[in-house]
């Protein structure tokens, strides 16, 4: 069913023929009352611009020029019509309630998608809640990580690293082998030795696939420099966050006191012996 | 010229009021898409992230080298609460102790007190004399904070804690600059109506 004639301006839906009521105008009214509805209804009368048009002053403008201000207030007239019009309404509120609905999944999505990432998580307020067995599990495997990590022969230089790495993440142990790598032939020159015994350790944190663990440790560093034995004992805390796999707890990351700045003080640590 | 009539009148200033509501509910529309789709990069930055094994946030069922991330078995809710309850009195504890003011000793000595009960505060309580004296004389201030606190192990009653401090402490005999201190400490923690407090306090040599 269509109706014959031209185009009908965007107020109207096709093959719809009852005329609409536009910002409150009686149904049948509005289109007329509207000037910009006819300006903007390609091959309708235009009796307002005819007027100018036949002004003396205007008639004798060139052809071009007239033509150009005629397209921009035709130009202007349309987007005047499109935000006076009930179906732009109509548009915008259906496309914010889209973008409402898109934000409200996307917010649902990534609560999901956060909790299902690392399971029950530990919470500040709430910051041990995995299992005492498996905490338990967790915290000496990571002092066990924590002293073999920090104790290294020279003598028995990378057969100490590859022990060690057994108990990372793959992507932590290529992290501490490249360390190691660094500071191999410092070792070498120095014939060192260090040994770091675990002294105390505790859980943190610990959600359902995450711990992290407290270990204190006594680090006794043997070492022939210039000719002359040496020996410096460090005393520190290492933070070793561990991550739950199904071949045991394996070592993620750590962290140690040493590596925290203490502001205002103008006095360091004592030497890190680390690697 | 005749006035225009009141419903041409009305008929404008309704689509006054129609331009604006366009014009408002053009600019949420803009403002809404920016919104959706700055979370949507960032949402899935996030995800990539965590689908890395690089990740120290990788999921469950995520190969991470040497096994694939699973989950443990979890406590129960009042296992959970008492685990939480004695870390916090620990660190509540060495917050105080590391805080220390020679121009507030009163407040910084009852700071440590309403956190002690038994050895501990017996030994607290015989040294407060000699700290005020010295803590004057010397015009000492030490400031600090917890780095790290660890349950060791703990029940219904009892609780041990080991916590690392950071700080500084200055007096008269560093001429007022601030030297930095760091603590090592194991905590002993009973529960006293309703109230952990520390019993026993030693630095981990």
Known sequence: MSTPGPRRPSTSRGGVQRPRKIAGAPAGRAEEKNPADRLAKPGSQRPDKREKGNKGDQGAEPDAPRAGRDSTRAERAAASALLTSARTTRILTATLGVLALLLAGLAVVWAVDSRADDGPGARDDRPVVADTLAVQAGVDAAAKAAEAMSSIDYKKYDANVDAAAKLLTSSFAKKYRDTAEEVKKEYMDLKTVVRAPVVAQGVVSASSTRLQALVFLNQDTYRVRAGEPERVVTQYAMLVTMVHTDNGWLVSEVDSDLKKETPGATESTPPDDKK | ?205
């Open chain 2, 1 to 205: 010229m005749s006035p225009a009539p009141n419903g041409q009148q009305d008929d404008e200033a309704e689509m006054r009021s129609r331009v604006q509501l366009n014009v408002a509910l053009y600019a949420a529309s803009v403002l809404c898409t920016c919104l959706v789709v700055l979370l949507t990069i960032v949402w899935w930055t996030g995800r990539d992230d965590a689908d890395d094994a690089a990740s120290p946030a990788a999921g469950v069922g995520t190969d991470v080298g040497g096994g694939v991330v699973a989950a443990v078995k979890l406590a129960d809710e009042s296992d959970q609460k008492q685990t939480a309850a004695q870390l916090k009195a620990a660190r509540d504890m060495m917050s105080a102790f590391v805080n220390f003011d020679y121009e507030d000793v009163e407040g910084s000595i009852e700071a440590v007190r309403s956190r002690s009960t038994g050895t501990f505060l017996k030994q607290y309580d015989a040294a407060t004399k000699a700290i005020k004296k010295l803590a004057e004389k010397a015009e000492a201030t030490q400031v600090g904070r917890v780095l790290w606190a660890g349950l060791v192990a703990g029940d219904q009653d009892s609780a041990t804690v080991i916590v690392i401090t950071s700080g500084t402490v200055a007096n008269k005999a560093t001429d007022f600059e601030k030297r930095s201190q760091r603590l090592r400490v194991q905590l002993e923690l009973v529960l006293k109506d309703g109230k952990w407090l520390v019993d026993d306090l030693q630095t981990v040599a």
